[in-house]
């Protein structure tokens, strides 16, 4: 088994690409069989790039992002001042700036990317098992854990590859428009952003892989994804206003307890996927952030009003990143469980 | 020994409520047909998935062509076909694909995926319907599509989980034929559920009854009527019409004293003796002889649904 995996190995990269072209045009170029893992994969991701959910919502994020790389042109001008440290990050602001009239690229993504989470991974399970496929499917000679493995990795490839191209768009028409090419430093920063962003989109993924392990119906996993995303950005703000309010402290009280009040409460915040991802993004792609959490007067005193360098940056995100990865991972680990406890009966 | 393909020892299965499948011992040869039989929820299904490895054991041991089912599944998969009750395909995909990605997950290369896939097509008479998507097919045409589908790995054992549900009368005899037909052609090992007694009469070289997760007997159907009514092996019905009511009197009474004759019953218009040999002609001449029209005169082989009644009789006698 793994002297096959490992065989396998350096055709995937180029297998992944093709996808959809190489069952059709059947390539006989190559004869050597390919493993079952990868033929799941292709098969899922070449259902995924044909499948109109994907692609509506593939148009949907192309157009916000456009729309918000247009309004991040228009006000990028007027908004630099002279003096101002992320000055030298001109090229980045074009994934943040706005005029107010439409939120900035990272605002979208922070919150399309749970919709195209949970859109790729409602039904993995479920629908396959309500279908009878999956049955089907395990009576072939290949490993349970291949059809969750192999869609987990599907959704996840096919997300990597569209946020990259579409960052990569943004890039490109921005080079173009305003004439000014990324330095080399905000160029990692937007890989790294990239990274984080698909690492954010991929605990929602997991989240709703996991519901489709869970729940039967696609529809009440597809809710229970949604319900999840709409608490913690409607609703848990609001909570954690209301805890906010309760504990506050006094005027009279030192300012020790204040800072801890403060970190409490940005703690609170914290346990929400979305605030971690903006947290990260916002250090990255701004590098005059030098703290996330409160910052006294001490520490602020004769500091120099000038960006972090990248390692810097990255550092003082690593605690948002380890949480958003460990969440994904968390996810994935549960539904793999009960996926692989589960016994396989036809419809 | 080494005849047996599919070997069960004490297999047990155990769900938190109830008992599916209860210490069962079965072997199966290597090139036969063998029908499983029972009620609904008689554990048939459960033990078809162990033999996968679909699901666990509590205990006991499954073994196929000398593969443990619950250690290594995978071994045992590449060389077991399996059609669930409901077979299902990726709709949006046409046969042709859906055989194709099949062939390709065992391990066939793309061009020989379809080229394999096509000629399974043809093999159960779907090639003008290989480039339809497998969602418009009839329920016939899936489950012929299924029976490709689970003879695309070239396998010495194929699992059929009642395939003819659903189906009517001529797709059934068309499919049966066609199970018939691949089994001697290629050699194979079939095992088929079924509660459809009658269908699987036709073609099962032997058959298990379950009942409860217990199997009840086990052997070819003549010897299991054997066994069972090895009393009165013989069953005629005479079917007569008589003018007075004396006259069946009569008749009844002679009946009783034919040599062999272990039973008479009188019904409106026929009579059903019981025999321990074929005494039918001795019955149709005291019939003749005594002034009475002969209507019909039948002799009773014991089916499938006899066996199948009486061990019902029993199990519900010993509850």
């Known amino acids: ?347 | 020994m080494s005849d047996n393909i599919i070997e069960f020892t004490g297999v047990s299965k155990r769900y938190p409520t109830h008992t599916a499948v209860d210490d069962l011992n079965l072997s199966i040869r290597k090139g036969e047909i063998f029908g499983l039989l029972g009620p609904n929820g008689a554990g048939k299904s459960t033990t078809i998935l162990m033999m996968l490895g679909l699901t666990e054991p509590t205990s006991g041991r499954v073994t196929v062509c000398g593969f443990d089912s619950t250690r290594n599944p995978i071994e045992v998969k590449r060389r077991t076909g399996y059609l669930p009750e409901e077979v299902g395909f990726y709709d949006d995909y046409t046969g042709l694909e859906n055989l194709t990605y099949t062939a390709k997950l065992n391990g066939f290369n793309d061009r020989d995926a379809k080229s394999r896939a096509e000629e399974l097509l043809a093999r159960v008479g779907l090639t003008e319907a290989s480039g339809k998507k497998a969602g418009k097919y009839s329920r016939g045409m899936r489950q012929r599509l299924g029976l490709a589908d689970v003879l695309i790995k070239e396998p010495e054992v194929i699992i059929l989980d009642e395939p003819t549900l659903g189906i009517d009368p001529k797709g059934v005899d068309e499919l049966l034929t066609l199970i018939r037909k691949l089994s001697h052609e290629d050699g194979l090992t079939v095992l088929l559920s079924s509660h459809h007694l009658h269908q699987v009469q036709e073609i099962c070289d032997r058959v298990g009854l379950f009942v409860k997760g217990k199997l009840l007997a086990e052997g070819t159907i003549s010897s299991l009527s054997q066994d069972l009514f090895s009393n009165q092996p013989y069953l005629i019905e005479a079917g007569i019409s008589v003018s007075a009511a004396h006259v069946a009197e009569r008749i009844y009474k002679m009946l009783g004293e034919v040599n062999g004759v272990l039973s008479v019953n009188r019904n409106a218009g026929f009579f059903e003796v019981g025999c321990s040999r074929d005494a039918s002609a001795d019955i149709a001449r005291i019939i003749v002889e005594s002034g009475a029209d002969l209507r019909h005169l039948q002799k009773k082989e014991y089916g499938l649904d006899d066996i199948y009644n009486h061990y019902f009789k029993e199990k519900i006698e010993s509850v």
Not at chain 1, 142 to 157: E, T
Not at chain 1, 317 to 330: H, R, S
Request: charged share 15%.
């Open chain 1, 1 to 347: 088994m793994n002297a096959e995996t490992t065989m396998e190995e350096p055709l995937t990269g180029t297998e992944k690409v093709e996808t959809k072209e190489s069952s059709s045009s059947g390539k006989a170029s190559y004869t050597r069989n390919v493993n079952p893992f990868w033929v799941i994969v292709r098969k899922e991701i070449s259902d995924h790039v044909t499948s109109w959910r994907f692609n509506i919502l593939v148009i949907l994020l192309a157009l916000t992002c456009l729309g918000s790389l247009y309004t991040a042109i228009t006000s990028i001008g007027t908004g630099a001042k002279a003096n101002e440290p992320d000055d030298a990050f001109l090229f980045l602001k074009l994934f943040t700036v706005t005029d107010g009239t439409l939120p900035s690229f990272t605002v979208f993504i922070s919150f399309l990317g749970p919709l195209l989470g949970i859109a790729l991974g409602f039904d993995a399970i479920n629908s396959e098992h309500n279908r009878g496929t999956l049955s089907r499917l395990m009576a072939q000679p290949i490993h349970r854990d291949y059809v969750i493995n192999a869609k987990a990795l599907a959704a996840l490839f096919v997300i990597s590859v569209m946020f990259f191209a579409l960052c990569f768009l943004v890039m490109g028409i921005g080079i173009i428009r305003t004439g000014i090419p990324p330095t080399p430093e905000e160029f990692l920063r937007i890989v790294c952003f990239i990274l984080i962003s698909i690492c954010y989109v991929a605990f929602w993924l997991n989240l709703s892989i996991f519901f489709s392990v869970r729940f039967r119906q696609p529809a009440t996993a597809a809710l229970c994804g949604i319900s999840v995303w709409i608490f913690f950005t409607v609703f848990y703000g609001m909570i954690v206003n209301v805890i906010a309010k309760v504990s506050a402290p006094t005027l009279m009280a030192s300012e020790s307890e204040v800072i801890r009040y403060k970190q409490f409460i940005q703690n609170l915040l914290r346990l929400v996927p979305s605030q971690l991802f903006s947290d990260a993004t916002t250090t990255l792609l701004m590098p005059s952030v030098r703290s996330l959490g409160p910052l006294t007067m001490e520490q602020v005193i004769g500091a120099v009003p000038s960006p972090l360098p990248l390692g810097q940056s990255l550092l003082l995100v690593w605690p948002q990143v380890t949480g958003l990865v460990a969440a994904t991972l968390l996810c994935f680990a549960l539904s793999y469980v009960s996926f692989m406890r589960r016994e396989i009966r036809p419809r």
